[in-house]
């Protein structure tokens, strides 16, 4: 008789030898599967805790535009999600406190309005019909109004004089701009006297009300706010806001916690602190505002803390000094007894929940992943958020109060993510600059083989006061960065943010100092310790900071075979005189031009441009005309210097893109130029 073990060795040896070859069937991502991925955001749980009412956007390359619409899931996976729009417009799904309706942000008429949609069906409603438009609305707890915001001049007194004065400008041949003060200009636009203003309606319609009326500051700060900033109280009588009343607001970071009646009156701070007050959140039970902070006026990147605002006693008190990590996104349970928020750390971003009543630092309830959007149903039994890591773009997940029971809700991308051969990241710690330790993330390519050697790509992540997460990204995609056949190393060096404050502040006044070591010392540790990368083909890419590094690189080494720079800093001095954010360079570089000189001659890339032997580095320049943080003549700069000593060089701008290529005609050929340059000089 024949050995049963043997058969199965032979069984077993068969499925081995099949393995690799399905394994051969997945293919390498692309760019079109990139513009094919649905692009899932804004999770929102019903209060009553069945459904979960998300974004779905997806770019469509022919009509150079990205889609979004809203859909719906059940909260027990127990169906399909349900696309409930189909316009292509719609954003923001808003609950009603009694779960019937969504408020939602829609531009399907070509300006963005404020609609309402039953469940029951159909496309929605408009409820707001302004022509100066509606956003971040949110609901009343009594459902009795919705707030929202509105750009409109602020010694308008009603939309008929909004649209006369926006009908003649539009009219008169001369579009001059005229200003006497700073911030004039932000990110992708100038100002236009305009502010955003903070507006209550019915919810059964009517004529908004402007509840800022004459403020001369935005509701949400333009500077560094968001929809977060706005909040009712529980018994919908008032409306806590965010706003940035210094001047100039271009060197300010200092936003204040204000308060207002929903019906109308004078406008009331209840915060002093000289850093930055953002997303209140009122308690339940109507006694407490939780908000984040940043203590240090002027600085971006001070951590976020935990902030608890008493309504009777005014007192503030700060819950997580003692966590070192960035809150995030606080929410409050039902009861009023404990926080949930999202902090970075080492890569991920777990979801912490601190109880108020133990008084005890805050704890992890979803670790070892990276989550995003929290929401809690109203009885306190269901999180909603969305969950991404590098080889999964976002979806929608569920769990039970304390984390556990993890379920996800969506798969828009699962069959195209079961076609690619995409690999996880590689964590590994080394010896930095001064034997800090610093993390790093290893991709192998797909259809990896150990006994092949590989071109290494190194990353430099932007901020600098930021880090490369384990997520999906949309603009730099680690994945189809190393599709062609090629390993990516991703460093967070010194400023990285997941890592302690201290590691953060390490950066400031020190952009080419402890960081380019870290970074040095993280590729020698690669080449070492991973055998299959080849030390003759090297290239380097990063953008914004991580673009300032790049020429950095330039002008202080000559290891890489090509760099690729997309909006970098290069000069300093004359960065400052164009950037709009000063408090920025401001902070990280110590001071002005003119009280340090020092700092900006030394951390200036182009203060050795042509004194370097190895300024020899093959290096594309890429640019967003309509970037006003990093202006586009800092690459203007850089590649007139690698021309005129003749470095080969490649220049590539887009007229009608900003800080970042958003456009998905405008993104294929930014992947398109960047593959192609590396594969010149790493074939």
């Not at 080419?512 to 970074?519: M, P, Q």
């Not at 953008?543 to 330039?554: E, I, R, V």
Request: hydrophobic share 35%; aromatic share 12%; charged share 20%.
């Amino acid at each position: 008789m024949r050995n049963p073990l043997n058969i199965w060795a032979v069984f077993a040896a068969l499925i081995l030898s099949v393995a690799p070859i399905r394994a051969q069937q997945k293919r390498a991502i692309t760019f079109d599967d990139l513009m094919s991925v649905e692009r899932i955001s804004e999770p929102m749980v019903s209060p009553n805790g069945r459904w979960v009412a998300y974004t779905v956007a997806k770019p469509d390359l022919a009509a150079n535009r990205i889609n979004r619409n809203i859909w719906m899931v059940s909260t027990s996976g127990a169906s399909e999600p349900r696309q409930l729009t189909r316009g292509g417009s719609d954003s923001r799904p808003q609950w009603s406190p009694d779960s019937q309706r969504l408020a939602f942000v829609s531009s399907r008429t070509g300006n963005e309005e404020i609609y309402l949609l039953s469940l029951s069906g159909g496309e929605g409603d408009p409820l707001t019909t302004l022509s100066t438009g509606a956003g971040n609305e949110q609901w009343s707890p009594d459902g009795q109004w919705i707030a929202f915001t509105s750009d409109v001049y602020p010694d308008c007194a009603d939309d008929a004089c909004n649209r006369k004065r926006d009908e003649a400008r539009e009219k008169d041949p001369v579009k001059a701009r005229i200003y006497d003060h700073l911030l004039f200009r932000h990110w992708t636009h100038w100002s236009d006297g305009k502010r955003s203003h903070l507006f209550v309606i019915a919810a059964s319609g009517g004529a908004p009300r402007d509840l800022t009326s004459s403020a001369d500051y935005d509701v949400p700060p333009d500077e560094r706010g968001d929809a977060g900033d706005i909040a009712f109280s529980p018994d919908s009588k008032e409306i806590c806001f965010t706003a940035v009343t210094d001047r100039p607001e271009a060197t300010s970071t200092n936003g204040d916690l204000f308060v207002v009646a929903v019906s109308g009156g004078e406008t009331r701070r209840i915060t002093t602190n000289p850093g930055f007050d953002g997303h209140p959140v009122y308690s339940p039970d109507g006694r407490s505002i939780a908000y984040h902070a940043q203590l240090i006026a002027g600085y971006e990147s001070d951590r976020w803390r935990l902030m608890l605002y008493d309504r009777a006693t005014q007192k503030v008190s700060n819950l997580t000094e003692s966590f070192d990590r960035s809150v995030q996104e606080p929410v409050w349970s039902p009861d009023s007894g404990r926080i949930y928020f999202v902090a970075e750390d080492q890569a991920e971003q777990p979801i912490y929940a601190i109880d108020l009543a133990a008084a005890g630092s805050p704890r992890p309830i979803a670790a070892a992943s990276y989550n995003d959007e929290i929401s809690v149903s109203a009885d306190g039994h269901t999180l909603a958020f969305t969950r991404t890591s590098l080889t999964m773009p976002s979806e929608v997940f569920a769990a039970d109060a304390d984390g556990a029971h993890a379920l996800q809700l969506t798969h828009h991308n699962a069959g195209l993510l079961s076609q690619l051969d995409v690999n996880p990241p590689e964590r590994f710690w080394f010896d930095g600059a001064e034997g800090t330790r610093v993390e790093g993330f290893l991709i192998r390519p797909p259809h990896f083989d150990a006994s092949k050697k590989y071109p290494l790509l190194v990353l430099v992540h932007g901020g600098p006061q930021g880090a490369w997460d384990d997520s999906w990204g949309y603009r730099w995609n680690e994945e189809l960065f190393v599709s062609p056949g090629y390993v990516a190393v991703m460093i967070n060096p010194r400023g990285s943010t997941g890592y302690g404050q201290k590691f953060v502040d390490e950066i400031r006044d020190d952009w080419g100092g402890k960081v380019y070591d870290d970074l040095m010392k993280g590729t020698d540790y690669a080449l070492a310790h991973f055998p299959f990368v080849d030390s003759s083909r090297v290239a380097a890419a990063g953008g914004s900071y991580g673009g300032y590094m790049m020429d950095w690189f330039a002008t202080h080494t000559g290891r890489f075979k090509a760099l690729i720079s997309h909006a970098g800093p290069y000069d300093d001095v004359s960065m400052y005189g164009g950037t709009e954010e000063l408090w920025f360079v401001e902070h990280d570089l110590a001071g002005t031009p003119w009280s340090n000189p020092e700092s900006y001659r030394k951390w200036s890339p182009s203060t050795y441009a042509g004194a370097l032997a190895n300024f020899k580095t093959p290096t594309l320049v890429i640019a967003g005309e309509m970037d006003y943080r990093v202006p586009y003549t800092q690459s203007l700069e850089f590649f007139t210097d690698l021309q005129r000593q003749k470095v080969p060089s490649k220049l590539l701008i887009f007229p009608d893109e900003g800080h970042w290529i958003a456009k998905p005609q405008n993104s294929q050929l930014w992947y398109k130029t960047f593959l192609e340059w590396l594969a010149t000089y790493l074939k």
